[in-house]
């Protein structure tokens, strides 16, 4: 089992940045990729960002291409969201997952964090 909890959501103005944190425990973590979805309000779960298990490879939604970073710190166990130029569209709860190799699938992902909420006020 990996236990997920994310932090770092909050209210921000349009242009704004914020960084989510995704802390990771249990096995080990850097046996894992880790990916990044968010959910609005009616709407289904989808991709924002992914890393691989050493940081080499990521993967972005293109909604979020350079605005968004994803990055991780296998020794601190904790996967990271660098997100600036903040959209009222981006408003959404974030959501972190492992899954054992890169994607951008959803259904895929073996572990999920309770997610952080994201507003970006106009």
């Known amino acids: 089992q990996v236990q997920l909890v994310e932090s770092g959501g909050g209210l921000v103005q349009v242009g704004g940045s914020l960084r989510l944190s995704c802390a990771a425990s249990?096995?080990?973590?850097?046996?894992?990729?880790m990916g990044w979805f968010r959910q609005a309000p009616g709407k289904e779960r989808m991709f924002v960002a992914a890393?691989?298990?050493?940081?080499?490879?990521?993967r972005y939604a293109d909604s979020v291409k350079g605005r968004f970073t994803i990055s991780r710190d296998n020794a601190k166990n904790t996967v990271y969201l660098q997100m600036n130029s903040l959209k009222p569209e981006d408003t959404a709860v974030y959501y972190c997952?492992?899954?054992?190799?890169?994607?951008?699938?959803?259904?895929?992902?073996?572990?999920w964090g309770q997610g952080t909420q994201v507003t970006v006020s106009s």
């Open positions: 249990g096995r080990t973590f850097s046996n894992y990729a």
């Open positions: 890393i691989n298990w050493n940081g080499a490879y990521t």
């Open positions: 997952g492992a899954d054992a190799s890169l994607s951008t699938m959803r259904q895929t992902y073996d572990y």
